[in-house]
């Protein structure tokens, strides 16, 4: 077993959020505390790796799905990061870009332009099917016990939620929902009941832009469309479309934070990936056939 593209991209993520705790580090014990762990995560491939000598069919389990796990561990720390440096500035360059880009800012002119009921309850369900595709289908993906789409299945999302991941630690922005400038639209029905629940159960501050909402529902149909019958993958496409405007009409998102979270989505998967994959087959080339010192030899005797 060798190290495999995901690890890298988590290498890279924990040496940038080493970086990113670093200014704190003098002033704050939880950045000294966070730049211990990210420094610990480094080895953690590596350690999985030896590991597996073991031949656990646990630990080998553990060595696929664990970016997953560990990105959701590390969900919260974006929001302690936020709420340390301050999302401010960069909240209200946000709004000035979204209206600049459109015109307007739809997440407020379209839920009150058009605030029936049932429009409201139907947004708001589909910004919650999300969750519900995205447990439904990596399970279906991973639990098909075959290592080649679990581990694509796992790289895409990896790759789509540390890009997310990484401009909330360097440039966190709160979104129109909690900004003081933008009131609060939209009926009180069931799925905004839901929708408000998980926000107050899971969400972080200062992961707005880009929409992991886009960027994860982009991947999930590119995931359907390689790997799921057609029949799956186009509800799911119809889906992942309808998620886009439903993260502007339900106020969790500026329009370009939904726009630039699936151009990041498409960009992850047509482009990025097989360009990562082309670098590492390049690399394992060339670490393959480095040339091995000749044996050394006696000299013959005369």
Known sequence: M???????????????????????????????????????????????????????????????????????????????????VGSAPNDALLASLDRAVFHVNANVTWPAAAPAVWLSELMQGVYFLYYVLFAGLVLYLVLRSRRP??????????????????????APTVGPMWMSEFPRLGAQGLFRTLNDALQAAGDAAGTAFPSTHTAGSITLAWLAWRYCPRWVAVPVTALALAIIPATVYTQNHFLLDAVCGAMLGLWLQASAIPALRGAYRWMRFHKWRIPRAAPKTEPESV
């Open 2 to 84: 060798s190290l495999i593209p995901v690890d890298y991209i988590l290498a890279l993520y924990n040496i940038v959020l080493i970086a990113v705790w670093a200014p704190l580090a003098t002033t704050t014990p939880v950045a000294r505390w966070m730049i211990a762990v990210h420094t610990a995560a480094l080895g953690l491939p590596w350690l999985l790796l030896r590991a597996g000598s073991l031949r656990s069919r646990g630990v080998a389990a553990l060595r696929e799905v664990y970016p997953v796990i560990w990105l959701g561990a590390f969900w919260k720390e974006l929001g302690i990061h936020c709420e340390l």
């Open 149 to 170: 789409i679990t581990r694509d299945t796992i790289l895409r999302l990896s790759a789509a939620y540390t890009a997310a991941y990484l401009v909330y630690a360097i």
